[in-house]
T-cell receptor
């Protein structure tokens, strides 16, 4: 158990819909990262928050947004969903902002039908 | 663009033998490297990391070797066990990046009984 909690584990929705994925980092970790993993794309970095502030942005679509709350949990919002958004979405956390030694949650499997 | 690549997408090893998973990186400015193990249906799990001021680092049954001259990273697993079956990812962090890891495509390790 990494200590990172993600909910829900599975999500099935339709095209055009909006979903919210939730992540609680390990106790004491200030950074939260969101990754997308598709079969043909590997691990793609989406966005990082550190202590409530956006720290770095990767290949995150404009339809996607995230935030980190004062209690350090984070949410990833995916809107106007398309079939191609179907993937595993992972949250990871680390102590500091430097992107090292990330601990991953077990992921949310999103299926867009 | 920058990339971290793996020489072999699939590696089959006899149980009890040693496994060597290789990774090539392209950015000579990378100063941090890390290996993750991802079992089916789970999130990536940290195995071991190494900084560029080191050539070798050992953990429990695992050793990471870094050859900066040829920009090559390897993960050695001693006495491979069935539980080692997984996809293994290497990642690098260039000093000039926005603190984000650059991930390889992954190598699937298959253990033959």
């Amino acid at each position: 158990d990494s200590g990172v909690t993600q909910t829900p584990k599975h999500l099935i929705t339709a095209t055009g819909q909006r979903v919210t994925l939730r992540c609680s980092p390990r106790s004491g970790d200030l950074s939260v990262y969101w990754y997308q993993q598709s079969l043909d794309q590997g691990l793609q970095f989406l966005i990082q928050y550190y202590n409530g502030e956006e720290r770095a942005k990767g290949n995150i679509l404009e339809r996607f947004s995230a935030q980190q709350f004062p209690d350090l949990h984070s949410e990833l919002n995916l809107s106007s969903l398309e079939l191609g958004d179907s993937a595993l979405y992972f949250c990871a956390s680390s102590v500091g902002p430097a992107g090292e030694k990330l601990f991953f949650g077990s992921g949310t499997q999103l299926s867009v039908l | 663009g920058e990339s971290v690549g793996l020489h072999l997408p699939t590696l089959s090893v006899q149980e009890g033998d040693n496994s060597i998973i290789n990774c090539a990186y392209s950015n000579s400015a990378s100063d941090y490297f890390i290996w993750y193990k991802q079992e089916s249906g789970k999130g990536p799990q940290f195995i071991i990391d190494i900084r560029s001021n080191m050539d070798k680092r050992q953990g429990q049954r695992v050793t990471v070797l870094l050859n900066k001259t040829v920009k090559h990273l390897s993960l050695q697993i001693a006495a491979t066990q069935p539980g080692d079956s997984a996809v293994y990812f290497c990642a690098e962090k260039p000093m000039d990046s926005n603190y984000q890891l650059i991930w390889g495509a992954g190598t699937k390790l298959i253990i033959k009984p």
